[in-house]
C-alpha cells in the first residue's frame, strides 16, 4: 500500500517513475518481495522549449492495486480468524 500511496503522491511530479511490488521465491525456501521499478516509457512533454520527462504513474493502475492489496489482507486476516476458531475448538474438545 506505501509503494502505490507513494506513486499516487507524485503523479504530477515530473521524472517520477512509479514502483511495483514483485513477490520472489527466496533460494532457502518461501516467498519474499522487492520493490522496483515499473517497466515502460515515461510520457514526454516539451515545456519552455525543453522536453521534460513526466511521471509514469497510472492513477486507475494504482487504484486497482490497492484494492487488491485491501482484499488480500481480507483474505489472509480471514485465515487466521478460522485458525484461531479451530484451534479453540480443538482446546474445547481436548478440554
Same mark, same amino acid.
Given at each position: 500500500?506505501?509503494?502505490?500511496?507513494?506513486?499516487?503522491?507524485?503523479?504530477?511530479?515530473?521524472?517520477?517513475?512509479?514502483?511495483?511490488?514483485?513477490?520472489?521465491?527466496?533460494?532457502?525456501?518461501?516467498?519474499?518481495?522487492?520493490?522496483?521499478?515499473?517497466?515502460?516509457?515515461?510520457? /514526454?512533454?516539451?515545456?519552455?522549449?525543453? +522536453?521534460? !520527462?513526466?511521471? =509514469?504513474?497510472? %492513477?486507475? #493502475?494504482?487504484? /486497482?492495486?490497492?484494492?487488491?492489496?485491501? +482484499?488480500? !489482507?481480507?483474505? =489472509?486476516?480471514? %485465515?487466521? #480468524?478460522?485458525?484461531?476458531?479451530?484451534?479453540?475448538?480443538?482446546?474445547?474438545?481436548?478440554?
Amino acid at each position: 500500500m506505501a509503494v502505490s500511496a507513494d506513486a499516487v503522491a507524485n503523479v504530477n511530479t515530473d521524472g517520477y517513475r512509479a514502483k511495483e511490488v514483485v513477490a520472489e521465491e527466496r533460494a532457502e525456501g518461501g516467498v519474499g518481495s522487492s520493490v522496483r521499478e515499473q517497466p515502460g516509457e515515461s510520457p /514526454v512533454a516539451e515545456r519552455d522549449g525543453a +522536453r521534460v !520527462f513526466l511521471s =509514469n504513474t497510472s %492513477v486507475a #493502475r494504482e487504484t /486497482v492495486t490497492r484494492i487488491q492489496a485491501s +482484499r488480500a !489482507f481480507q483474505a =489472509n486476516l480471514a %485465515v487466521i #480468524r478460522t485458525s484461531d476458531q479451530m484451534t479453540q475448538s480443538l482446546l474445547d474438545i481436548v478440554g
